[in-house]
């Protein structure tokens, strides 16, 4: 089930939407320091 109230959730549904602010900010949230 799909917790629409998580923040990273609400943030994916913004991506699917078209929101590129939003795959930015998921891509500076999750990126990974090489």
Known sequence: ???RNDPDVA???RVKGGDL???EE???KFKQPV
Request: hydrophobic residues 65%; charged residues 15%; proline residues 0%.
């Open 21 to 23: 602010s939003a795959y």
């Open 26 to 28: 998921l891509v500076e």
């Open 11 to 13: 943030l994916m549904l």
């Open 1 to 3: 089930m799909v917790d």
